[in-house]
C-alpha cells in the first residue's frame, strides 16, 4: 500500500468513525457500523501484506492473519460487529484505533492529496 493509499484509508475510517459518534439514527449508526467494519478489515489486511477479500472471506482472512500472527483480531471484529449493530460502538471504536495505531493512528487535521496530472 503506498503512502498517499494508506494516508486516504487513515481518514477515511477517522471520519467514519467521527460519524459513528455523533450519529444517533439507530439504522443510519448500523449502517456506518457495517461500513466501518468492512473498511477497517481491509485496511488492517492491506497494511500487513495480505489479500483483502470481501464478505465471508474478509473475516476468513482476518482468521488466517490471527493464526499466523498469534493475535485475536477476528474474534475483536466479530464482536465489534455485533456490539455496533446492537447500538454498543466502544468495541468498535477501539477496534478502529488499534488498526490505526501503529499506521500513525487518526489522520485529520493537514489531510490532503495532491491530483496527479496525466
Same mark, same amino acid.
Given at each position: 500500500?503506498?503512502?498517499? $493509499?494508506? *494516508?486516504?484509508? *487513515?481518514?477515511?475510517?477517522?471520519?467514519?468513525?467521527?460519524?459513528? @459518534?455523533?450519529?444517533?439514527?439507530? *439504522?443510519?449508526r !448500523?449502517?456506518?457500523?457495517?461500513? +466501518?467494519? &468492512?473498511?477497517? #478489515?481491509? @485496511?488492517? +489486511? !492491506?497494511?500487513?501484506?495480505r489479500?483483502?477479500?470481501? #464478505?465471508?472471506?474478509?473475516?476468513?482472512?482476518? $482468521?488466517?492473519?490471527?493464526?499466523?500472527?498469534?493475535?485475536c483480531?477476528? $474474534?475483536?471484529?466479530?464482536?465489534?460487529?455485533?456490539? #455496533?449493530?446492537?447500538?454498543?460502538?466502544?468495541?468498535?471504536? *477501539?477496534?478502529?484505533?488499534? @488498526? +490505526?495505531?501503529?499506521?500513525?493512528?487518526?489522520?485529520?487535521? #493537514?489531510?490532503?492529496?495532491? &491530483?496527479?496530472?496525466?
Amino acid at each position: 500500500m503506498c503512502e498517499d $493509499e494508506l *494516508r486516504l484509508k *487513515r481518514y477515511l475510517l477517522t471520519d467514519l468513525l467521527d460519524d459513528l @459518534v455523533a450519529e444517533r439514527s439507530p *439504522r443510519i449508526r !448500523a449502517a456506518i457500523v457495517a461500513e +466501518l467494519w &468492512a473498511r477497517a #478489515g481491509e @485496511v488492517l +489486511l !492491506a497494511s500487513r501484506q495480505r489479500w483483502v477479500g470481501g #464478505g465471508k472471506w474478509l473475516m476468513r482472512e482476518i $482468521e488466517s492473519w490471527d493464526a499466523e500472527a498469534g493475535t485475536c483480531f477476528a $474474534e475483536r471484529f466479530d464482536r465489534a460487529l455485533t456490539d #455496533g449493530i446492537a447500538g454498543h460502538i466502544d468495541p468498535l471504536v *477501539r477496534l478502529v484505533d488499534d @488498526v +490505526l495505531e501503529p499506521l500513525g493512528s487518526r489522520l485529520r487535521d #493537514g489531510f490532503y492529496l495532491a &491530483a496527479s496530472l496525466p
